[in-house]
């Protein structure tokens, strides 16, 4: 034995062992960690779409006008000779000037249709002013409110003025005569477009200008003095929207190379390929291409507008590169405005670009109005370079040989540089250069596969990749491939839709009127489309149908719901929980698809999965369930029958276990309460009368005088941390409201004026009378109320009234409704209060004619109450009420607090019937359940405004929306827990490895074996008498709750982290605690004695406590009648009956036992099942019988070898194993003690026993297959506590009479601890709890006195 414990902590062997600790705890699953966890449940916000032309333009007529007087020069103007002379490709002087003047007229005219064949042209060659004038007008006439060029040719004229006049002729050419800008821009209008081809161009934008802020000016004069000329007059056009081309700038000359055409600027804005290539032949790089001269550029094959042929290529990729320099320069807007809204002007920005890098090797700078950023630098003109090097350098052999054309590799290298972009790429990078040339590829059917799957995984990248692919124009090119029959294409555009679709829903409109919803019908209904594309194209179907009455109908005659419904069993989750919201949004308000529906019977085949595994599935089912009783037709028999059956089958989703779920549930069930509202109010209406005349026994009537003693010099009780959850959600009792209520207390009671003041309530309230919104005054039903009347419901004799039938559907929804108020979830909760008072409100102001207010019962009042609620949280001794036998057997559930205050120190009294809400002091214990208060009148509430409508059908919960969210986030990246090198994958290693020291270091120590347990190491006062301590099993922290609280101490440091309220109801205790994920992010789950489970994370840091999750884990619990603990005589001699005899009291409360290798969760108490909770489904999946008349006092189980044993109070201990079915899982009861047992422990080896203590202080070891005990220990009679160490083979017990006795294995006392260590030593007080640490020898003790103290082996030992 000595060299095999040796050999353990040899290194070799340690090492490995470290290693394969740290493996298990990377498989160990990990509860309550998904999305709908970790996250609000509500969409995205809505990026502003920018994309959209708001007004899409179009230049609908083009004035030409040339001054050329072709043969006399202007005076202002010295050619050069040779000088340049071409206009429109066409020599002035090869022909006699009037026809040159027509030919080149013509010629523009030519230029110009090629990029926009629809204008009207006018064309005034050498005009006069009033030409001018005329053309002007005329044109603006017949555009309206569409866009006008203005083209002017100032060759054969003076330059233009520093006054803003251009120049054209008199009659008989013999004067030039001048003409302001200021004229033309008021016979031109707005929108306009103005391109001047002469020299000093730039002075004329100038003018330009000026005159328009001229303008602006006068009418701003005029709009003040009504006897200005101008204010008579129609108002003049705004010149702001104008777009001017110029030239040159105010100071420069056109260039006269001869080489060049005359009227540079014009080739490049109306001939650019042309031009490009005739430039690029003059550099000096051309020579680098052989054979290449300018006569062969004019011979170059093919057609501008077939992509196929030399020159319609090279076409396209000047397109694409102009294109995507002004992306990647211009700022979104400007780029929207000129290259997106009219096909003209961008064609013109495009060949601008090009003017501005040819005429700027020319000493000239051309000018644009609104101004352009310079782009004759940028990087992809030399893309443009190499595709015309690579065209032209083919050009001599397909002219000479007529060799085939080779394509130009341009688009693939930039799609390549795209996937680059994509694939090496850093999170937060610039936008890609290459997205406008994406879009031009998918023109060509070559490369269009590859682009459309590099542009759907850039549109992966999330929401601002959606955008920017917008921006740059994307939508009507996928709009259009939905017309394509290419089934390759399906999978990416699909996959490209969804995503468009989840961050921009508006499309809905564009897809229904293109016949877009037939594509994704025709996918949606291919069964060898993978599931996740017909995911896709379900969520793309829902979005079209979302609110949308063209959309719902389109897809109603496509034959959607039947589509639907075929896909409901599908075996993929996100399918089935898209297809079930699609079918609730295409029938929401549209009466067709739901009788649709009803003839495929439709909300039948939608109940399978109401059990779904996937609680988001669920969800997604009982929305559309909800919708389909939601519409507001008329309604026939069958509808109402289908209703009802509708309502029965939700109303079992009651305790579901994800509060996701049961908040859709209250939707649902609120639109069956907005359809059947007269039903619903008379079953309210009924509800209030019973509650009035029926005192419900409620817990706090029997209590016995002497068991509240008054709070004993207890130091101030530290403010509870307010809980997210609790704050916001319920609207957290704000200081004016308490102010209300504490002016409302009576102060005169027997006992002198309580204390009470704002400091002493704690700020986060629980479900309360001020649910909702701060003005509490607003609710009518108070959670009081509701909390009676759920109970009354169960027992009253509501059948004997009149009217609805006490089983009839509406008073079962109504229970649903009550007993959803009192959900453990805060959200579900409000909501729930929410629809109850809106029918509450309706129906007693339907009723209020009717009913007379009785002065009399304003003046009866019972003595006034104090509320007994703020005495019972944390007496210094002084056990809550107890409820009498009676009232447990009436009762199921008990009611819930208002409020939680902290304790008020004050007299003991005795409380008289059903603890109220801090005012209702003065009012009348009979008073009617609307009534007003004594100071306010009656009437005041009669008005209509009086009350809020509280429901509106549109009550929502963000699920669909959330839901989309899943499209719109990136599908493809890896998860951050699975990127080796994240933050999240580096800490979760650091706790790994650090779990690993813990075990190893404290298995050392264990394995030494521990000869004493006495060293106290830590001991603090706890602000509430600790009922459940648990150790973390890796950190330093220790939860310690008392009856409603949970404080979390460091034990090392010695400092508390963190205090905060469980939100349970007053008449509840915590009365178990486990850690899940302990391993990992840790999670704190509580349970409490009225079967409710909470799950909080953010505590013990510096975050504020959130509730991950609540539901009711056990629903028909009985509320329990075990104390608190209490040191005063009288109520000792009862505390130990009931330890002595606890098996006819009842009360274990609530009990579990947490599974992490499984994520299953095992809770029992007060009932007569071990019920089965599967954290990952969040549902119930077994049900096992005890067997047994009473309550199960605790629970140990096993995974390996699927035991659980449980304890009872009757003494018996029950071995289950969970692999048979209930009839026969039970397979041994071992009743060997005589008493309640304290502590049944199933060993987690493959051959461990079982452990169990009874109150009687037998300990009894159990081999679970033989029928007798194997060993037997005796130890101190009247235990009240026990555990027993997991490692060490250690138990301890605490009793009655105030001291601990520690025992190893054999039965030997290893210690008695008996007094705190420290100056006074003071005696412990009666143990009411104590557990070791999971792995170190550490044992937790808290006693009745409030302290909570640690004690450990001795220091040498650690």
Request: net charge neutral; charged share 20%.
């Amino acid at each position: 034995m000595k060299m095999d414990s040796d050999l353990l902590h040899s290194p070799a062997v340690g090492l490995a062992e470290e290693e394969e600790a740290d493996m298990n705890d990377w498989k160990l699953p990990l509860a309550f960690m998904k999305k709908r966890h970790s996250e609000k449940i509500e969409g995205s916000k809505a990026l502003a779409q920018s994309w959209r032309m708001k007004d899409r333009m179009k230049t609908v007529s083009v004035a030409l006008v040339l001054c050329l007087n072709v043969g006399v020069d202007p005076p202002d103007v010295v050619k050069t000779s040779p000088c340049a002379r071409l206009e429109c490709w066409i020599d002035p002087l090869s022909m006699s000037p009037q026809k040159a003047l027509e030919t080149i007229g013509a010629n523009l005219q030519k230029q110009y249709e090629n990029w926009q064949p629809r204008a009207r042209y006018k064309q005034s060659l050498d005009p006069t002013v009033d030409e001018v004038k005329k053309l002007c007008t005329s044109l603006r006439r017949n555009a309206k409110e569409e866009r006008v060029l203005f083209h002017y040719n100032g060759h054969g004229v003076p330059r233009p003025t520093v006054n803003g006049e251009i120049w054209v002729f008199n009659k008989n050419y013999t004067q030039y005569i001048p003409l302001s800008i200021y004229d033309l821009q008021t016979w031109m209008g707005s929108p306009s477009i103005f391109v001047y081809d002469c020299s000093n161009a730039g002075i004329i934008v100038k003018s330009f200008k000026q005159f328009a802020l001229q303008r602006e000016q006068e009418l701003e004069v005029a709009a003040i003095n009504p006897s200005h000329p101008l204010a008579q007059m129609p108002l003049p056009p705004s010149m702001k929207n104008c777009i001017q081309l110029a030239a040159c700038e105010a100071s420069e000359l056109l260039p006269m190379n001869p080489d060049l055409p005359a009227d540079l600027f014009t080739s490049c804005l109306t001939t650019p390929i042309k031009i490009a290539l005739r430039w690029f032949c003059m550099q000096k790089s051309a020579k680098l291409v052989p054979g290449v001269t300018l006569d062969l550029i004019e011979k170059i094959p093919g057609r501008l507008n077939d992509r196929r042929t030399p020159l319609g290529e090279l076409n396209w990729i000047f397109t694409a590169i102009t294109d995507t320099i002004a992306w990647n320069v211009l700022p979104r807007d400007l780029f929207q405005k000129l290259f997106r809204q009219d096909l003209l002007v961008a064609s013109l920005f495009r060949n601008f670009l090009l003017a501005e890098r040819i005429m700027r090797s020319y000493n000239c700078t051309p000018v644009s109005s609104p101004r352009l950023p310079p782009t004759y630098m940028h990087a992809m003109w030399q893309a443009w370079d190499l595709a015309v090097d690579i065209c032209l350098s083919q050009l001599p052999t397909i002219i000479e040989e007529g060799t085939a054309f080779r394509h130009s590799p341009f688009f693939a290298e930039q799609l390549t540089a795209f996937q680059v972009w994509l694939t090496m790429g850093v999170e937060n990078r610039n936008p890609p250069e290459q997205l406008p040339i994406v879009l031009q590829v998918l023109l060509s059917q070559v490369h269009r596969l590859r682009a459309l799957d590099l542009l759907g995984r850039f549109l992966d990248l999330g929401p601002w990749a959606v955008s920017l692919a917008l921006s740059v124009g994307i939508f009507p090119y996928v709009l259009k491939l939905l017309q394509s029959s290419a089934r390759e294409l399906r999978p990416l555009l699909v996959f490209i839709w969804a995503k468009i679709l989840a961050v921009d829903s508006s499309c809905q409109a564009d897809l229904v009127k293109d016949n877009g919803h037939k594509y994704f019908l025709s996918v949606l209904a291919d069964s060898y489309m993978p599931a996740e594309h017909r995911t896709m194209a379900v969520f793309i179907l829902a979005v079209i149908v979302n609110s949308y009455n063209t959309g719902q109908e389109a897809c109603l005659q496509g034959n959607l719901i039947a589509n639907c419904l075929e896909q409901l069993s599908d075996p993929h989750p996100l399918l089935r929980q898209w297809v079930a919201i699609c079918l609730g949004r295409i029938w929401q308000n549209f009466e067709p698809a739901r009788w649709c529906g009803v003839r495929d019977s439709a909300h039948e085949k939608l109940y399978t999965l109401l059990s779904d595994p996937i609680p988001e599935v669920r969800c997604a089912a009982v929305f559309a369930l909800g919708t389909f009783v939601g519409n507001s037709a008329e309604r026939t028999d069958h509808s109402t029958t289908i209703d009802h059956n509708v309502a029965m089958m939700l109303a079992q989703l009651i305790n579901d276990g994800s509060p996701v779920v049961r908040k859709e549930l209250v939707v649902a069930l609120s639109h069956l309460v907005v359809q059947y509202e007269s039903n619903f109010c008379t079953v309210a209406l009924q509800f209030i009368e019973e509650e009035k005349n029926y005192s419900v026994p409620s817990p706090a009537n029997t209590a016995e005088p002497g068991n509240l003693t008054p709070v004993r010099d207890s130091p101030a009780i530290p403010r509870l941390r307010s809980v997210n959850s609790y704050t916001n959600i319920r609207a957290a009792t704000t200081a004016r409201n308490l102010n209300k209520s504490l002016q409302n207390l009576n102060l005169n009671e027997e006992g002198g004026p309580a204390a009470f003041s704002p400091g002493n309530l704690s700020t986060s309230s629980s479900a309360s009378s001020t649910l909702g919104s701060p003005d509490n005054d607003e609710y009518i039903l108070s959670f009081e109320t509701i909390d009676k009347m759920r109970r009354v419901s169960s027992y009253s004799s509501l059948n004997s009234l009149i009217g609805v039938s006490f089983n009839s559907v509406y008073t079962q929804i109504w229970r649903v409704l009550l007993h959803l108020a009192a959900d453990p979830f805060p959200e579900v909760s409000d909501l729930a209060m929410k629809v109850l008072n809106s029918i509450a409100y309706k129906a007693t102001m339907n009723a209020r004619p009717q009913r007379i207010l009785d002065s009399g019962s304003l003046t009866q009042s019972a003595p006034a109450s104090p509320t007994s609620k703020g005495t019972h949280i944390h007496q210094a001794g002084g056990s809550p009420p107890m409820p009498s036998t009676s009232s447990s057997s009436l009762t199921n559930e008990v009611p819930k607090p208002p409020t939680r205050e902290q304790p008020a120190t004050r007299p003991p009294y005795t409380p008289t019937l059903g603890g109220q809400a801090p005012h209702s002091h003065q009012f009348p214990r009979t008073r009617k359940m609307f009534d007003k208060g004594p100071e306010q009148a009656a009437e005041d509430g009669d008005e209509p405004g009086g009350h809020r409508n509280y429901i509106c059908p549109a009550l929502q919960t963000g699920l669909c929306d959330w839901s989309a969210k899943y499209f719109a986030q990136p599908v493809m990246k890896i998860p951050e827990e699975h990127d080796v090198e994240s933050q999240v994958r580096m800490e979760r290693q650091w706790r790994f490895l650090r779990n690993t020291r813990v075990r190893r270091q404290s298995r050392g120590i264990t394995q030494k074996g521990v000869s004493r347990l006495d060293d106290q190491i830590f001991i603090n006062r706890n602000p509430g008498v600790p009922s459940v301590v648990k150790f973390h099993p890796f950190n330093t922290c220790i939860a310690v709750a008392d009856k409603d609280s949970i404080c979390f101490w460091d034990w090392e440091k010695g400092e508390r982290l963190d205090y905060f309220y469980n939100g349970n109801p007053r008449y509840t205790r915590i009365t178990a605690m486990e850690y899940l994920n302990g391993h990992d992010c840790s999670l704190l789950l509580t349970a409490t004695d009225d079967g409710a489970l909470r799950i909080w994370k953010n505590f013990a840091d510096q975050k504020n406590p959130e509730m991950v999750t609540a539901w009711q884990g056990l629903s028909d619990m009985l509320p329990t009648t075990r104390g608190q603990p209490t040191t005063s005589a009288h109520s000792l001699a009862r505390r130990v009956s009931i330890y002595l005899d606890r098996s006819k009291q009842g009360g274990a409360g609530m009990v579990v036992d947490w599974e992490q290798e499984t994520g299953l969760l095992m809770t029992s108490g007060d009932v007569r099942v071990v019920r089965i909770w599967d954290t990952d489904r969040e549902m119930k999946i077994q049900d096992i019988p005890t067997g047994a008349d009473s309550c199960v006092t605790s629970l140990s189980c096993d995974s390996q070898r699927s035991l659980i044993v449980a304890g009872l109070g009757d003494g018996s201990v029950r071995v289950f194993d969970r692999r048979m079915g209930p009839n026969e899982c039970r397979v041994m009861t071992y009743r060997e003690h005589g008493a309640w047992v304290v502590k049944a422990h199933l060993q987690k080896e493959t051959d461990g026993h079982i452990i169990s203590v009874s109150v009687n202080g037998d300990v009894r070891f159990f081999e679970p297959r033989s029928p007798d005990s194997v060993n037997v220990l005796q130890t101190v009679k009247g235990l009240t506590a026990l555990d027993i160490h997991p490692q060490a083979n250690l138990f301890a017990c605490g009793s009655m009479n105030q001291f601990i006795a520690v025992y190893n294995s054999n039965g030997d006392v290893i210690s008695n601890i008996k007094y705190y260590d420290g100056f006074m030593g003071q005696r412990i007080g009666a143990i009411s709890c104590l557990a070791f640490h999971p792995h170190w020898p550490h044992l937790a003790v808290g006693s009745n006195d409030y302290y909570m103290s640690i004690y450990s082996a001795e220091k040498r030992l650690r």
